[in-house]
């Protein structure tokens, strides 16, 4: 799954969500089942996403939804082989990164 998010240093739940095409709801979940999601928290108690939370998002997506992982399968597997997962996820992410750039210079064409 491609995320389409402008760099930032922080970015708000609603942004994140959206750019999952998720509920907020499901988010707040995921914060509070994976270690590795820790959003900083405003005076208001609102999420503030770093770029590496967003990271660690992608990655739990692509194990619970596009893997099929159980949540508490997908924890284990974080924790075994969080490494390896994040080299062949973030192949995975450029490799789609240069299809849909190649696609565009074929329309172009």
Request: aromatic fraction near 10%; charge should be positive; avoid cysteine.
């Amino acid at each position: 799954m491609h995320i389409n998010l402008p760099e930032k240093r922080y970015y708000k739940i609603g942004e994140v969500a959206k750019a999952f095409g998720v509920n907020t709801s499901l988010i707040r979940f995921w914060e509070k089942e994976f270690d590795v999601l820790k959003p900083k928290k405003n005076a208001k108690g609102d999420r503030k996403f770093t770029p590496e939370d967003v990271k660690n998002l992608q990655l739990i997506y692509h194990l619970v939804k596009d893997k099929g992982y159980t949540l508490d399968g997908a924890k284990i597997h974080l924790k075994e082989s969080k490494f390896k997962i994040l080299q062949n996820f973030e192949m995975i992410r450029k490799l789609e990164h240069i299809k849909a750039e190649l696609q565009k210079i074929k329309e172009n064409l």
